[in-house]
């Protein structure tokens, strides 16, 4: 696998999961409606199943920063990647209560400034909370690229394998046993043996694939794996709602959704492999450098869409799903990209340039 196909299998994953990202917040209030119907069933295991995402984007992120040769120097650490995540995210953090203020007629500066004060401790919009793991991780990556490029593949397989036990396995069968026995897995936090904690786990993760043969696996394997692991997490959690942490927590303290984002990775690693198509390479190419700003923006159209499609329209059911989904994704890309053409506002607002380093 050359290097050009390496980072269009990139691009074409990067692309793939913002949009279940943007299906898991526009179908999210149907999995709230008709609890128990045919559509609510089918809504609510595409919902679960979209949930790769997140895990994917940290995969995307380890296997290319943990390949990286600059990775290990803090000056481009702190003087390119970090102020390109941070500096977005700090102007959607003020933008996202403006917009809200708009929309629920309660603008004022003061509001503003009440929400915007708060950032360091929560996000200002929901959907934003992704990115404090994120640039977590770009703080720490040059620590993690160090242990990297010294760990044996075994080494690695030991680190994620810690990760996924302590993390994730043991949690997951705690929810799951009799009340009796709700703390006996639990570890005790002074021991601390979350040693890899949280989403650093995915970010390792994704690194450590680039370094097996993954292209051997069956198709057909990883595909059963996922929808597998897909049907029981939704079982699960659908019997057992506290297997879902309210912090998002539940990416990690879930086995099913590590399990199903192995898989997936895989299966679109391979698929975007072998894509030799010059259009689709063209729109995906198109669309990758366009991934940060859509997720950046799309919850606040979801804000206008939703109520106008739901209430104003009266489209409801899988149709109406769908529907929004086709106008949030499409109003995102086409907003991003005019913005995308504007020097300076480019960088501010989607981290990107027209003369990037």
């Avoid at 999961?17 to 149907?30: E, G, K, M, P, R």
């Avoid at 703080?139 to 030991?158: D, G, H, R, W």
């Avoid at 700003?293 to 769908?322: D, K, Q, R, S």
Wanted: aromatic letters at 14%; one cysteine or more; hydrophobic letters at 50%.
């Amino acid at each position: 696998m050359n290097k050009n196909q390496r980072i269009f299998y990139l691009d074409f994953i990067r692309v793939i999961a913002i949009l279940l990202v943007i299906f898991i917040h526009v179908s999210a209030i149907d999995t709230t409606l008709n609890i128990g119907s045919g559509q609510w069933q089918i809504t609510k295991i595409i919902n679960y199943l979209a949930h790769i995402s997140v895990p994917v984007f940290f995969m995307i992120s380890g296997s290319l920063l943990l390949n990286s040769k600059k990775t290990t120097s803090l000056s481009y650490t702190w003087k390119q990647r970090i102020p390109r995540a941070t500096i977005p995210f700090v102007m959607w953090s003020v933008i996202s209560p403006i917009v809200v203020g708009i929309y629920a007629h309660s603008l004022s500066v003061k509001n503003v400034l009440h929400v915007v004060k708060t950032i360091l401790y929560q996000p200002t919009s929901p959907t934003l909370w992704f990115m404090y793991p994120l640039i977590g991780i770009y703080i720490l990556s040059p620590v993690l690229k160090t242990f990297v490029q010294n760990a044996t593949t075994e080494m690695l397989i030991y680190v994620t394998g810690i990760w996924l036990v302590t993390c994730s396995l043991l949690p997951s069968i705690a929810v799951m046993l009799p009340k009796n026995f709700e703390h006996i897995l639990e570890l005790s936090p002074i021991a601390n043996f979350f040693l890899v904690g949280g989403f650093t786990g995915y970010f390792i993760l994704g690194y450590l694939l680039t370094k097996l043969k993954v292209e051997k696996t069956s198709n057909i394997v990883l595909l059963l794996v996922f929808l597998i692991a897909g049907f029981a997490g939704n079982f699960v959690s659908e019997a057992n709602p506290t297997i879902f942490d309210p912090n998002n927590g539940y990416y990690v303290t879930s086995i099913f959704i590590p399990i199903m984002s192995v898989a997936a990775f895989i299966l679109l690693q391979k698929w975007g492999s072998r894509i030799t198509s010059k259009t689709t390479i063209k729109v995906f190419e198109f669309l990758a450098p366009l991934v940060f700003g859509v997720y950046l923006i799309h919850n606040l159209l979801i804000l206008y869409v939703e109520p106008y499609f739901m209430n104003t329209l009266g489209i409801h059911g899988l149709a109406g799903t769908f529907l929004r989904y086709l106008v949030v994704l499409g109003l995102s890309i086409l907003i991003i990209w005019i913005l995308n053409l504007i020097p300076g506002v480019n960088y501010l607002l989607t981290g990107n340039s027209h003369k990037r380093k």
